[in-house]
């Protein structure tokens, strides 16, 4: 069960000369859909509640206790959807929403050390719909369970004023643990380490603004089958967020820096775990760029040097390694592919892609 919010500060107030009470139903909130909510996200959150949570959704603050840390750092972050959520409610499939915004949380605390231990959401609706509720939390849950995170609370939040017709935001705030000695700062990357890749599932969620400026965001639009991809363009534009941390997690000591690749691309992401003296040097032709950044690029007409500014390109996750440790992790991860080095630091951008 999560907190509803009224977002209205309803009052008594007179109207033609009358002492007229409003309702929560008149002005637009409904408290009986509301409840009716509550008691449908319970289904999915109790799910991924294990003991460590002595206070969960229900009580006005989630509770959790981790044990068996000598000296633990706590890591967190907060991030939205974006617009992804507009292809969702052209389709009315919102069943994988949920998944990327834990996946995307997942994957940034990751790239410190950090695994995570629980998660938070927000919903944000003009008008409660429980159905399409129960759709969102039950992707939050299933990325949850998969990542081995609690969903311990969250806001549901009914705002007629702020949000019209389908409309909705979906955020999320997700805390993860991990010993000071293993944190991934200050590993000591220096020219000669190798850089690898992990393939992303497409679009995760960013560049969204440009993709459905390009491809189009009515339904005829979404629903047009490309050859090239193999499905329908909403279709590729809803695969969710990818999780590397399954991958990641028994490689963590190998490895001297993680980028996660969102919005900014290779461009503004790799340099976030550099120090100042290097540059990461990436060939591209060791990977294929996928076909839906293909057809983004050839549709709009979009310059080389912006598409990987906006988009992940195909590349989800960077992991930086020395070379005898990036050997092991390519035998112990075998899709992870080399596709670049770190080079010392002449002048200019930290980032050349050839």
Request: glycine residues 12%.
């Amino acid at each position: 069960m999560q907190l509803i919010a009224i977002s209205d500060n309803l009052s008594y107030h007179d109207l033609r000369g009358g002492h007229i009470k409003d309702t929560y139903a008149g002005a637009g909130v409904d408290i009986n859909s509301a409840s009716k909510s509550k008691e449908l996200i319970k289904q999915y959150a109790k799910a991924t509640l294990g003991p460590q949570v002595l206070a969960g959704p229900g009580f006005f603050g989630g509770m959790y206790e981790f044990k068996g840390y000598k000296n633990p750092v706590l890591v967190s972050s907060c991030d939205g959807v974006g617009t992804k959520l507009k292809i969702a409610g052209v389709l009315n499939k919102h069943d994988t929403i949920g998944i990327d915004i834990v996946n995307h949380s997942v994957n940034d605390i990751l790239t410190s050390g950090a695994e995570p231990i629980f998660f938070l959401d927000y919903i944000a609706m003009g008008k409660l719909s429980p159905g399409k509720i129960t759709e969102i939390v039950k992707g939050l849950s299933t990325a949850c369970l998969e990542a081995g995170c609690a969903l311990i609370g969250g806001e549901t939040a009914e705002m007629p004023g702020l949000y019209h017709g389908e409309d909705y935001d979906l955020a999320g705030f997700i805390v993860g643990v991990v010993e000071k000695e293993n944190m991934l700062i200050n590993r000591g990357i220096k020219p000669g380490d190798v850089i690898l890749g992990l393939a992303s599932n497409g679009l995760h969620t960013n560049g969204y603004s440009l993709a459905r400026k390009v491809l189009g965001e009515s339904r005829e639009s979404l629903d047009k089958y490309y050859p090239e991809l193999g499905q329908t363009a909403g279709e590729a534009m809803l695969v969710p967020h990818r999780s590397y941390l399954k991958e990641i997690k028994p490689n963590l000591l190998l490895i001297k820096g993680l980028a996660h690749i969102t919005g900014g691309g290779l461009t503004d992401n790799v340099p976030r775990t550099l120090p100042e003296d290097v540059s990461a040097r990436f060939e591209t032709k060791n990977w294929e760029i996928p076909p839906l950044f293909q057809l983004i690029q050839k549709t709009g007409g979009i310059d080389r040097e912006e598409m990987f500014h906006v988009f992940n390109m195909g590349i989800g996750m960077v992991i930086i390694a020395g070379t005898e440790e990036a050997g092991l992790i390519m035998k112990n991860l075998p899709e992870a592919k080399i596709i670049g080095e770190i080079i010392a630091r002449q002048s200019g951008a930290q980032v050349i892609i050839e």
